[in-house]
């Protein structure tokens, strides 16, 4: 029979969130690795371990505070195994209606199913019934310090909170911080090559998802509020008719907007979630090279393209800047770089981006940005279109790289998002567009991920 550490989903969550913890690797690895080996059956218990794993990695620093509060021996001090138990305990008793009993009774069975002895299980069992007695009135952390009161009510670095309070104020990065640790809405994108939004909305809201509703600012995107359900199991999925796709994310394809017959490379490709929007968008017609430097992400881009039923582009794993070099590929008439980040404005996706980064990474990562930019646009023709976009808030990834970009280009000039957008877009996505320059959302002001782009046209 298969041990607990692979049946009980709460164990499950467990082991994938020590080694989360000794070594900080892409949290959505750990947890499909560590699932896939699982034998968890059910869909209900796979779910489960993705919703204490994200939780407990959301609500990090104030679980920990929550806990340091009611245990008389030092988390630092106790063995991985013993904090993460209390970290799970505590997040389903204060943030999930699982039944408090059964949050309890879960911990204390898999340490014994672990042999650990009666002092651990007693002192786990002692401070999960101390997080409980006071659930009404657990303590605050002292907010003589603003960055640290922010920093362990919303679980953030400290140097992040302070970043964000001198660009943005107080009032703002509470409601930023906020909107960050809410779970964004699953949206999806309609292949308008297969089917109108109108008549999937209907069969939604009909057969699946009764709370199915369209996209404010994307013509393609349905939005499925509450959905708690796995996508892949949703018909529509099968038959090639929907991907997954934030709505701001929706928008970059959008912006670019490429047209049939046209030759378009998409530099960072990734598992193709643009690459397949900018293919329906042209009808299916024309060619797109696609990059990355992952080869499983290209395979799993060729998987999307063939359950859509596209054609497939040219796929090449490495580095953009360099292949072009050897491939001596003909000019293109559109490029899109969606350039790797630091991916702050996806926090609420991915609640592990926050405790990954650093303060280098804002020095580094946008020299990787500006050698994109500027390996890439000789490839561009004469009158093409080159949309540059990051799910990053910071402006050195963003606004700066642009200005700087553009210093020693000249021969680019910034086009008005609005007016594209609004060619296809609802007038709503004008609220996007900022300076008639850029394409900016904000998880806090307009409840969707946090994504910057800007349409170059080379003159
Ligand atoms: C933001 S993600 C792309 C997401 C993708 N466009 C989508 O919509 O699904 C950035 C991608 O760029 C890739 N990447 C980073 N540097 C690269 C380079 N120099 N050449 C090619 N790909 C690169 C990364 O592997 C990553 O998959």
């Known amino acids: 029979m298969p041990r607990l550490s692979k049946t009980n989903p709460r164990a499950v969550a467990l082991k994938i969130l020590i080694r989360w913890e000794k070594g900080k690797p892409l949290l959505d690895e750990v947890l499909s690795q560590v699932l896939t080996k699982s034998v968890l059956p059910d869909e209900r218990d796979r779910a489960l371990v993705s919703e204490l794993v994200n939780g407990v990695v959301r609500h990090l620093y104030y679980l920990d505070f929550i806990l340091a509060r009611f245990s008389e021996h030092p988390l630092e001090k106790m063995d991985p195994e013993v904090r993460n138990i209390l970290r799970l305990g505590a997040y389903q008793l204060l943030y999930t209606r699982i039944p408090e009993r059964v949050a309890i009774a879960e911990s204390l069975k898999i340490l014994s199913a672990r042999r650990r002895g009666a002092w651990i299980r007693g002192l786990v069992n002692a401070v999960l019934h101390k997080v409980l007695e006071n659930k009404d009135n657990l303590p605050e952390p002292p907010d003589?310090?603003?960055?640290?009161?922010?920093?362990?009510?919303?679980?953030?670095?400290?140097?992040?909170?302070?970043?964000?309070?001198?660009?943005?104020?107080?009032?703002?990065?509470?409601?930023?911080?906020?909107?960050?640790?809410?779970?964004s809405p699953l949206v999806i994108r309609v292949n308008t090559l297969r089917v109108s939004r109108d008549s999937l909305l209907v069969y939604l809201q009909k057969d699946e998802v009764p709370t199915a509703k369209p996209c404010p600012y994307s013509p393609s995107g349905i939005v499925l509020e509450g959905f708690r359900g796995k996508i892949s199991e949703l018909k529509p999925y099968h038959f090639g008719w929907i991907s997954v796709q934030d709505s701001a994310s929706q928008l970059v394809g959008f912006l670019l907007n490429p047209k049939p017959g046209a030759k378009v490379l998409d530099a960072c490709a990734g598992v193709g979630g643009k690459t397949t929007h900018m293919?329906?968008?042209?009808?299916?017609?024309?060619?797109?090279?696609?990059?990355?430097?992952?080869?499983?992400?290209?395979?799993?881009?060729?998987?999307?393209?063939?359950?859509?039923?596209?054609?497939?582009?040219?796929?090449?794993?490495?580095?953009?800047?360099?292949?072009?070099?050897?491939?001596?590929?003909?000019?293109?008439?559109?490029?899109?770089?969606?350039?790797?980040?630091?991916g702050t404005g996806v926090i609420r996706k991915h609640p592990d981006v926050k405790w990954a980064r650093t303060e280098e990474d804002f020095l580094r990562v946008p020299e990787r940005q500006l050698r994109l930019l500027e390996g890439l646009a000789p490839f561009l023709k004469k009158g093409g279109i080159m949309v540059y976009a990051t799910c990053s808030l910071e402006p050195e990834e963003n606004e700066?790289?642009?200005?700087?970009?553009?210093?020693?280009?000249?021969?680019?000039?910034?086009?008005?998002?609005?007016?594209?957008?609004?060619?296809?877009?609802?007038?709503?996505?004008?609220?996007?567009?900022?300076?008639?320059?850029?394409?900016?959302?904000?998880?806090?002001?307009?409840?969707?991920?946090?994504?910057?782009?800007?349409?170059?046209?080379?003159?």
């Open 144 to 183: 003589f310090n603003e960055v640290y009161y922010l920093s362990v009510k919303y679980s953030f670095p400290e140097w992040l909170v302070k970043r964000w309070l001198q660009r943005f104020g107080r009032e703002e990065t509470e409601a930023l911080l906020r909107a960050s640790n809410e779970r």
């Open 400 to 459: 700066q790289i642009i200005e700087r970009f553009l210093q020693s280009h000249p021969e680019f000039m910034l086009e008005d998002p609005a007016k594209v957008l609004s060619k296809t877009c609802p007038e709503k996505v004008k609220e996007l567009c900022v300076e008639n320059k850029y394409l900016r959302t904000f998880p806090h002001k307009h409840g969707l991920d946090g994504f910057f782009a800007v349409r170059l046209r080379k003159v």
């Open 279 to 342: 293919a329906e968008l042209m009808q299916d017609k024309g060619t797109i090279w696609a990059f990355d430097l992952y080869e499983w992400r290209l395979e799993k881009l060729k998987e999307n393209f063939q359950r859509l039923g596209l054609k497939l582009p040219k796929v090449f794993v490495g580095d953009v800047v360099e292949k072009l070099k050897e491939l001596q590929p003909p000019f293109f008439d559109y490029i899109l770089i969606d350039a790797p980040c630091t």
